[in-house]
């Protein structure tokens, strides 16, 4: 069987540290990390949401 090459990451806001996401990442097109903007409940605004390690 063939491996799959997406891997499950979760996004983490900036401003408070909160864990509010997770999403799918191609690790073989993408070696970076994800940064996405996306709206935090706790902050009630639009933040960016980082790869959590």
């Known amino acids: 069987m063939a491996k ?4 499950i990451v ?4 900036e401003v408070c540290k909160e864990r ?3 999403t799918e990442k ?6 970076e ?4 903007k996306k709206y ?3 902050c009630k605004k639009s ?5 959590a390690k």
């Open 4 to 7: 799959d090459a997406r891997e």
């Open 10 to 13: 979760t996004l983490e806001c």
């Open 20 to 22: 509010n996401y997770q």
């Open 26 to 31: 191609n690790t073989k097109l993408q070696k």
């Open 33 to 36: 990390r994800l940064i996405i």
């Open 40 to 42: 935090c409940k706790k």
């Open 47 to 51: 933040t960016l949401h980082k790869e």
